[in-house]
């Protein structure tokens, strides 16, 4: 899209940010501009402590993040708030080092890129937005999906005094460090096919031995290449099923093709052809329009490509992996040994699996937060693979889980349209509700602790 | 003392720790050893979920702080408790780069030196422990004094996945940024004067002026030097002044000598002498068996006093000043400014007031943390002057404030003693029944939702 399509009235800043918050070294004092954009137009105003919207930009480039993500825009009119879109640094155009490459060239300056930093910026970027607009009351409600759904969790657990509460959307804060299970991922697209079609989910599940049978044969790449219009000849046949794994997990995560689409193909060729066929058929109603298929489509490098590839080798490391038997996959679990030689050997730096549950916990989670913290939103779509590492349980009145048997990955904050299900539209509502709740218990608390003089033997200044 | 006088038996290890938390540069995997002691004689062990109480080390190092403090050993006979003394990084013996001269030498090495590392380390060491205790369920009480107090609070807001609940004695957490009156400090100083003694508090407040008229007289410091038997002669009156400031804070803060000796002392020697021979009298009582006095005496440079320097020049920025008219001290405002550039001048880079309430908050604390967070006690004793920078009133039923009228610097933790008076033990009785509480709520929790089969979706892995 054009910039003249952005769905908003955006304007842009950049802010002056510090690249390590968490140490005094003369290196941690260089700055870099960090992007964001506000839009002002709903917004009630300061003297009616009226809240602030921020979206925390993930791993993408957060004019992107603005299409489709609804919920700030679509909510602001009746809450009268302020929308706010804040940057992730080394994504978008907020880079340290001048540039992306310059940025993620070395290990000395990949090593500011991780997210107690990010959450660390986001917390300066707000405060320094409250203090433009003289907004020093108004609550800030933080957003955020996938990546982004976890730093908006963790956000109001380390800055309370800076949001009031979290919106996490799709936020697999638990697959981590053991606490959920690695094969859940897996499981839940086996389960999306499998409940979708049981031919399909044989198929596919047969399909695998299948290729490997036919790459072995003579000439078997190049049969292998044919039948599936490979636009290079295959070198290995795990080519082609790392393409077959992006399509079928991206319908089960994002409903893009959706799963009953593929299955209908596969299932509607199993008279006229063989598995291989079949399998086929599922990728030409996934990537329509191709006179041939890339096998390198969703492996091409990008920013985000990049970017993520580093913070999963360094801090945001999840080890799925999957070897269930009832699997539609190849059993390939999840080997930490291997994971830390390639992460390791591509970054010259050891992974830390044991960071994330470290600072922000996620073992025993009712246990520990059934009494602290509060104002937490997790929403998750139980068709959403990383559903397997959300919070699917409440933990209190106000660390409230939201779920919906139909949704998929982030679905709730995508932007309203005519056609949405009733679930759909359900589910937003009963977030809406809740931040209201949120919102109001705030402003009698306001009254109640602030305008009241306080009774504390404070000295005169 | 000899270390056969250490007051419990206690084992000592060293923990690899990593030097940077919140890095992902070569220089960051750096290691040093960080120490901490172990007391095991009263711990009821890991199948009864016995409590660990883990004393923060703060600016010091932390066989010291085990004469002081007596919280731990006084209390874990009837908690069964495990007994935890945890060093502060570049304090004591827990000394990056080799040694405390290299780790403090230049910009680069101490940038690492800093309370959120601090805290990050004690995560460290915490879950370390766990382990090796095999103690999963063992809920931790962390406890500090001072600093060590601050730490403790923000730890149990930091980490509640690994805190259970702190006790914050005397921590000044709100003397940062403009929350509590920068004159606070000086102000109840003065006040534990004037309450003591009228005309002891009127003495000193004249005697200021008295030493600047003869210290600008004739030989004027020569006969200052004589009458206060500097063991030097002073080259200004600035010395003797900041000694005597030194004194009266001293007693303020740590009730050594008490106030009332020192006012007693002048007061008695009114009819004999002048001011300064009034003053000098209350030198004599306060600072016993000296054959002469030395002004340096308080600024000696020490490991405590180098690395407090640092810490209070780049993030513990406290902005104690006064220019009260009724003060007892000669006005001294805090000058941001002057500070700032005096930090600058001797460490190479700019002190960061506004880091600690952006990462720890501290601003409305009441309307922040009544719906937020929980399980922390803030001690103090009013006679403290950081008590003007504690938190004086109970945020909610769990996050209490226990202050006593009578009490100094971290009274409520230094070790029981016959002679304790009533409003003490009773303070100390107010800490233990809290954390009691927590503990139990905490045993009803883990059987409620730790052993009982948790309901949501999980697949199996």
Same mark, same amino acid.
């Given at each position: ?64 993040? $603005? ?30 080092? #001048? ?11 990949? #090593? ?17 937005? =409250? ?11 933080? $957003? ?17 005094? !800076? ?14 460090? #053991? ?82 689409? !593929? ?119 139980? =068709? ?22 139909? #949704? ?16 759909? !539209? ?7 509700? $809740? ?17 009241? =003089?306080?009774?504390?033997p404070k000295p005169q200044n």
């Open positions: 899209m054009s910039s003249s399509q952005i769905p908003e009235e955006l304007e842009t800043f950049y802010y002056t940010q510090r690249l390590d918050h968490f140490n005094y070294r003369p290196d941690s004092y260089t700055t870099f501009q960090q992007r964001y954009m506000v839009n002002s137009k709903y917004w009630g105003g300061a003297k009616l402590n009226a809240p602030i919207f921020a979206f925390f930009g993930a791993e993408e480039w957060v004019d992107d993040a $603005i299409y489709y993500v609804g919920f700030l825009r679509d909510n602001a009119p009746q809450f009268n708030a302020l929308n706010v879109y804040i940057e992730h640094r080394y994504y978008g155009k907020s880079i340290p080092f #001048g540039s992306s490459e310059e940025a993620m060239r070395n290990a000395s300056t990949r #090593g500011y890129f991780n997210s107690a930093q990010a959450l660390a910026d986001y917390a300066a970027v707000l405060l320094h937005i =409250k203090k433009t607009f003289s907004a020093q009351n108004s609550p800030i409600i933080v $957003i955020g999906g996938s990546y982004g759904g976890m730093l908006a969790s963790w956000f109001r657990l380390k800055y309370p005094h !800076i949001a009031l509460g979290a919106l996490a959307s799709s936020a697999p804060i638990l697959y981590f460090n #053991g606490i959920a299970p690695r094969a859940g991922y897996y499981h839940v697209v086996t389960n999306d096919f499998k409940e979708t079609s049981e031919s399909c989910y044989q198929t596919i599940r047969k399909s695998w031995s299948e290729i490997k049978r036919v790459a072995k044969s003579l000439n078997g790449l190049s049969i292998l290449s044919k039948r599936f219009k490979t636009c290079k000849k295959l070198s290995k046949s795990f080519e082609l099923e790392d393409y077959l794994d992006s399509i079928y997990t991206g319908a089960a995560q994002y409903n893009d093709p959706p799963v009953n689409v !593929i299955c209908d193909a596969i299932d509607a060729a199993a008279k006229k052809t063989d598995v291989l066929g079949q399998i086929f058929e599922g990728v030409i109603v996934s990537m329509p329009n191709r006179t041939c298929y890339d096998m390198d489509e969703f492996n091409h490098p990008s920013q985000t490509g990049l970017g993520w590839r580093w913070q999963m080798c360094s801090e945001i490391v999840m080890p799925i992996g999957h070897d269930r038997s009832d699997s539609m996959f190849q059993p390939a679990p999840f080997n930490m040994k291997e994971f830390v030689n390639k992460c390791n050997s591509l970054y010259g730096v050891l992974p830390q699996p044991h960071w994330v549950t470290t600072y922000y916990g996620g073992q025993d989670l009712k246990l520990i937060l059934n009494r602290f913290a509060s104002n937490i939103i997790f929403s998750n779509g139980l =068709k959403d693979p990383y559903s397997s590492g959300g919070v699917l349980e409440s933990i209190s009145d106000s660390l409230i889980a939201v779920s919906s048997v139909n #949704g998929f990955h982030c679905e709730d904050i995508h932007p309203e349209t005519p056609s949405d299900p009733q679930w759909l !539209i359900s589910m937003r509502n009963t977030e809406v509700k $809740i931040i209201k709740r949120w919102i109001q218990d705030y402003e009698a608390d306001l009254a109640l602790f602030k305008y009241k =003089k306080v009774q504390a």
